[in-house]
């Protein structure tokens, strides 16, 4: 029985690993040479979620899908990419990685088991619906 139990948790382990654990995370340099000058889309479960662009200088606009731009900025922390916009004072980090054309990103707060998103590059523009529209 002790054996058995031990075999299906063998085989569920896989299943069980965190698929931002298996990747190397980017650095903070490693990630902005890579999204500066870029429009990014972010892609959770094949549905596109939010757009980023990426400025010079480690600056961000961001709006998820029909909402208002969001303006910040980006920093390294240890592993993590973290985003600081200028109207909420509590960072966002994650754990960001090469994948494939894009990358694939885990936010570290994910419950695990959480699929990571897609970062994919996109020619459309940022949209926003707020008071900067446009932008």
Same mark, same amino acid.
């Given at each position: 029985?002790?054996?058995?139990?031990?075999?299906?948790?063998?085989?569920?382990?896989?299943?069980?690993?965190?698929?931002?654990?298996?990747?190397?995370?980017?650095? &903070?340099?490693?990630?902005?040479?890579? &999204?500066?000058?870029?429009?990014?889309?972010?892609?959770?479960?094949?549905?596109?979620?939010?757009?980023?662009?990426?400025?010079?200088?480690?600056?961000?606009? %961001?709006?998820?899908?029909?909402?208002?731009?969001?303006?910040?900025?980006?920093?390294? =922390?240890? #592993?993590?990419?973290?985003?600081?916009?200028?109207?909420?004072?509590? #960072?966002?980090? %994650?754990?960001? %990685?090469?994948?494939?054309?894009?990358?694939?990103?885990?936010?570290?707060?994910? =419950?695990?088991?959480?699929?990571?998103?897609?970062?994919?590059?996109? =020619?459309?523009?940022?949209?926003?619906?707020?008071?900067?529209?446009?932008?």
């Amino acid at each position: 029985m002790r054996s058995a139990l031990i075999g299906l948790l063998a085989l569920a382990a896989p299943a069980l690993a965190l698929p931002a654990l298996a990747q190397t995370p980017m650095t &903070v340099e490693e990630f902005d040479a890579f &999204v500066t000058g870029k429009t990014m889309d972010y892609i959770a479960r094949g549905t596109q979620y939010g757009r980023e662009v990426y400025l010079p200088g480690r600056r961000v606009r %961001w709006a998820f899908t029909a909402e208002e731009c969001r303006s910040g900025s980006y920093y390294g =922390d240890g #592993p993590h990419i973290c985003f600081l916009y200028d109207d909420d004072p509590e #960072p966002k980090c %994650w754990l960001v %990685w090469a994948e494939g054309d894009g990358l694939g990103a885990s936010y570290i707060t994910d =419950d695990p088991g959480t699929e990571p998103r897609q970062v994919l590059e996109t =020619d459309q523009p940022l949209a926003c619906e707020g008071p900067d529209v446009g932008v």
